[in-house]
């Protein structure tokens, strides 16, 4: 069955007759609710100019089907078009974010990292970053496209960069990205159908803005983002309204799916700009079900063709981008550690030269040692102190040998595995493998103990037991030393234990508690070390070990049995090899599991402190003078956008209270608009800020940036809305609207002043006295920084 095809919604308006009240009515209609999310009706089928139409013909409004629009339908072309104002707007970004880029020559706050991270990729050496890599690749990209090698080590923040380092080509892609930020909110704000001089007030702002300048001239994520971010949310208003079907939305969707995923490739927090699409699309959908013109077929079809589209896309960008950074990263690096074994091993040298002619398969007499799978990196390590008698609680302990995690190699990570049956702890001259539900008992090399639990509370987690290394006190407390061999992975190994691939878990045989990281740290009687227990809540992920390091025991008259089984079970001498999905989802995994341990930073601060600028942060600081870069925002756009968000809310609210009570102040084209603007932009702001309430780490004031963008284009979508409701309620609109014209022109000599005033707090350029850095300093939470008179 073929859908029936959209009429234009001018023809359906303009066919049905009006009631004589027009407000109440207007506001039960299903079709103007149908409209809402369309912008305007008239400009149904908008082309790909930033202008709004100024009008049409009414026979263009008529519903066509006719054999050249069909043909359209699969029609393809690539248009250019060149607005003045947009042209306008990026020139004068590229020249405030381009201006002396290459200053300071040093090493700025976060490039320590981020530059760190390029040099790790030109030179395919794998490390591991919080964030996904696509920010990184493109300033790598641009850097090695200038021959850079990636020499410099980025020491520390400060450090000098050498006549080999290409600044520019360094902190060429986010200086891009930052200038292109403001003609793309231009464009946003003519979506929504703002006018042209609040839009290019928009670009301004965004341009004038001290905090996106600064972010956007440095080796840093954040003006990536939000290009990528911006770009897609502006692609998504525009792909709502093109033809459905069509190859102008085919196009628009497959741009706004891949920039929204860029977003997140750059930092995962671009998240939240994805959900904010999908919200829009949700309610376009939402407004459509209404109209009873278009079939359940034909409306499925296209939400079904949204969905593929979308998911689609995403994936394929998302997937593309990791699959790109593997095959750069190939060799081994100072952060292979962090991730299992068997990825370490893949990559070349580190851990793959270290195990290379280990034996592979685990028997009775192995030396091995455990390494925690996931998460924090430690290996199963025991030493000859013991638990103390009392802890601070006054709990007691066994007073055993000491079990812990340890995080460095070290001779006491090695254990020995045994057979309970046998008293030797060398390989038989006929091999004794263990497999998936054995039982064996763990030795410790260096003490010659083995691995214990038994029913006494762990120090740290006193809801799991206490695991040790048993010592024979002749007390009534007996050893339990058996643990049964569980393989999670099993089948690829055909049930048998392998070095570096098998993830293994332990269950301590008396009691069927799993052995577990459980990620406290012991006081200063542990050395600090990381607590190990037993947990009968056994199917968590802290609970899986893998073998590292791997040798058999031997004895000078066992050499030619060594010989014997080295030659026949050997771990290849070549990496490891790892498929880009295995290494792909273990990625993931660990992305999700590892925790930004920084507790502290004397620049933090709290989600509270960002809306009203309580606190910078100082970037860098000239050795020879007061120069310095400190990321400050424009003072006045970002106290004018957070009483724009005050003075919505009050609209918003005055407006539902007057329908409540069948006064309707705005028709319904103007409530449409009113309402589509907040829920782009305030909603955009909610989400990009209030998450943050909930974050469990260390916050910076850059990371409310992207909840900035948003809290502009809504300051901007303000003043529009006060020159409307000034023409249709003041008596004389002409001259009130003339003052309040004036009073915005006064507002932003005001913007245009700080900007200018604290620009050398974003360039670092000139050399500040004690009393210059005092000047600048309006709050005292500001710490600006005077190291010279």
Known sequence: MEPVSEAPETATVRSRKAPRKQQKIAEDSPKRRSTSMEMDVKERHQ??????????????????????????????????????????????????????????????????????????????????????????????????AVGYSGSLEFPKIGSEYDASVPILALRFVPALCGSLLAPIVYSILRQVKLGQAVSILGGLLIILDNALLTHSRFILMESMLLFFAALGILTVLKFLQAEPFSARWWTLGTIASASLTAAICVKFVGFYSYLLAMYIMGRHIWMELPDRRKSNAYILLKVIAKAALIVGVSLAVYVGCFYVHFATLYKAGPHDNVMTSAFQASLEGGLASITKGQPLRVQHGSQITLKHTHGRVCWLHSHTHVYPIKYADGRGSSHQQQVTCYGFKDVNNWWIVKRPNKDSLMVDDEP?????????????????????????????????????????????????????????????????????????????????????????????????????AADRRQQTIDTIWNVE???????????????????????????TKLSFWNKFSELQLKLMLYADKLESHMYSSEPHEWPLMDKGIAYWIAGDSNA???LLGNLVIWYSATMAILMYVGFLVFYLIRRRRELYDLDPVEWDRFRLGGEIFLAGYLIHYLPYYFVERTLFLYNYLPALLFKVMLLCFVIDHCQLALRKFVKQPTVVVGIFRAIVVAWFAGVLYFFQRYSVLSYGTKALSADDVLELRLKDTWDLIVHKP
Not at 75 to 89: C, Y
């Open 47 to 144: 082309q790909t100019s930033d202008e709004p139409a100024k009008g049409k013909d009414l026979n263009d409004a008529k519903p066509k089907v006719t054999s050249e629009e069909v043909d359209d339908r699969f029609s393809f072309s690539i248009r250019l078009e060149f607005n003045p104002a947009t042209v306008g707007l990026f020139l004068l970004a590229f020249l405030t974010r381009f201006y002396r880029i290459t200053h300071p020559r040093g090493v700025v706050f976060d490039e320590i990292h981020f530059g760190k991270f390029v040099s790790l990729y030109l030179k395919n050496t794998f490390y591991f970053d919080l964030h996904p890599p696509l920010g990184k690749l493109l300033i790598a990209g641009a850097a090695g």
């Open 432 to 532: 004794d493998y263990i497999e998936h539900g054995d039982v064996i008992q763990l030795v410790h090399g260096v003490t010659s103990r083995a691995l214990n639990s038994h029913d006494v509370a762990s120090p740290m987690s006193p809801l799991c037991q206490e695991v040790s290394c048993y010592i024979d006190y002749n007390i009534s407390m007996p050893a339990n030393l058996l643990w049964r061999v569980e393989l999670l992975n099993g089948k690829e190994s055909k049930n048998k234990w392998h070095a570096i691939t098998s993830q293994v878990r332990l269950v301590h045989v008396n009691t069927t508690a799993a052995l577990k990281y459980t990620g406290q740290q012991l006081p200063d009687w542990g050395y600090n070390q990381f607590e190990v």
């Open 549 to 575: 390091e791997h040798r058999y025991t031997q004895h000078k008259d066992k050499k030619e049995v060594l010989s014997k089984l080295l030659a026949t079970e050997m771990i290849p001498t070549e990496p």
């Open 628 to 630: 310095q870069v400190h």
